[in-house]
């Protein structure tokens, strides 16, 4: 089974500073797929960033980039320029792509951001 | 465009009460999910449907009943729930063609409460 561990539960920045948010996790499958979510106030789910396993080259979205270190099985997010929008909480996620039709995510606990004018 | 919509947004009930909620997504997506999320947790799997079949029960109790009329569509049948049924209920669909493009999109969820 696989397992995602955020060992972050809350975390701040100022506003137009950088962040890192941490993700590890653990699975024996070579070829899978990352995601980071976030979810503001509003409690909308919204697709951050995401990675493919096979890829090497660090997934970017404007603001927003990984760390993807796939030997140490570690995933992080880099939020650069912090804006006050980015307050939410951000959920690390793992999908395998050929286990069946479901396509299950495993979760992360969450990291609370909270971005300070 | 990766819309999923869902109806309503906010929903009181009473424990004898029955009442469905709505999810829909026009974007051919051929998978739907139902997920319970309580406040700072992850959301929980419930119910996920693949090609209007139901493909996996994550041993949900009977007072939720999941429906899949359409591909479209996908409905959230409730009777007799408790009042720690109470929390956001998330709707999901992806897009099965293999690769990157089988991300999950997210509804905006129902706030449920139970009485």
């Known amino acids: 089974a696989q397992t995602v561990t955020q060992s972050q539960p809350e975390m701040s920045v100022q506003e137009a500073e950088t962040v890192t948010l941490s993700c590890t996790y653990d699975t024996s499958e070579s070829n899978y797929y990352l995601f980071w979510y976030k979810q503001p106030p509003s409690r909308q789910m919204i697709l951050v960033i995401r990675q493919e396993a096979y890829k090497q080259q660090n997934a970017t979205e404007n603001r927003f980039s990984v760390n993807f270190q796939k030997a140490a099985k570690s995933f992080s997010l880099k939020i650069s320029d912090s804006q006050l929008g980015d307050t939410a909480m951000y959920f690390c996620a793992f999908m395998i792509p050929y286990s069946g039709s479901a396509r299950q995510l495993t979760f992360g606990s969450g990291t609370q951001l909270t971005v300070l004018p | 465009d990766t819309e999923v919509t869902q109806t309503p947004k906010h929903l009181v009930m009473g424990m004898t009460n029955k009442k469905s909620l709505k999810c829909e997504q026009h974007m051919g997506h051929r998978a739907m999910y139902w997920y319970k999320q309580k406040a700072k947790k992850p959301p929980e799997l419930m119910f996920v449907y693949s090609y209007e079949k139901l493909s996996i029960n994550e041993s949900v109790p009977s007072r939720f009943s999941p429906e899949c009329p359409n591909s479209s569509l996908l409905n959230l049948h409730l009777h007799a729930l408790q009042p720690e049924d109470s929390a956001l209920y998330l709707c999901?669909?992806?897009?099965?063609?293999?690769?990157?493009?089988?991300?999950?999109?997210f509804g905006p969820g129902t706030r449920l409460l139970v009485l």
């Open positions: 999901a669909s992806r897009l099965i063609a293999g690769g990157p493009r089988e991300t999950q999109y």
